[in-house]
């Protein structure tokens, strides 16, 4: 067996959500002998973490999401599903954590496993709302910033701007 096949299997399986058949496919590539490239185990970890969410699995999901970044710490986008993955958890000190791992990581990889989302707006958006919870108003004002500027269009993030503007007084549930 291939284990590259078996991953493509995998993840076509999530395209469709058919996420038991992705998860299992995507653990098994995993266990074949030739599965030994980083960014593709860390997407095979990311695939089984989304498709145990979908089906309502959260601790194994965060379980892979933990993995994910474990085989390949130095990409962006499994710190990126391991911050909104704990922010979901209401975990904001680690949601905050892992954000913070995403964005100090600032060499995007050229293979097909690097995301447009990773590389925009929603690191600096998790930062921001994982912050502002933890009562970091300060750090969550400078990080809505960076979010708003990167995804101008994106009225959620605007209003944080405004949110995080204010004193600490404000309620901290007020960010989306």
């Not at 973490?49 to 601790?59: E, F, M, N, P, Q």
Request: aromatic fraction near 10%.
């Amino acid at each position: 067996a291939d284990a590259r096949l078996s991953h493509y299997l995998g993840r076509e399986f999530t395209f469709h959500a058919k996420y038991e058949d992705a998860a299992a496919e995507l653990q098994r590539s995993l266990e074949l002998p030739g599965s030994t490239w980083a960014p593709q185990r860390a997407e095979a970890c990311r695939l089984i973490g989304k498709s145990c969410d979908a089906l309502g699995r959260c601790t194994e999901a965060l379980h892979w999401y933990w993995r994910a970044v474990m085989e390949h710490p130095d990409q962006r986008e499994p710190w990126v599903d391991l911050a909104s993955a704990l922010y979901h958890r209401d975990d904001f000190s680690g949601g905050y954590w892992a954000a913070q791992r995403a964005l100090n990581i600032s060499e995007r990889s050229t293979d097909y496993f690097s995301e447009p989302d990773a590389w925009g707006a929603l690191p600096h958006d998790l930062s921001a709302v994982c912050a502002w919870r933890i009562g970091m108003h300060d750090v969550a004002h400078r990080h809505a910033l960076q979010a708003a500027d990167l995804d101008p269009g994106n009225d959620r993030l605007q209003r944080n701007v405004e949110v995080t503007r204010v004193s600490a007084t404000t309620d901290s549930t007020a960010l989306l």
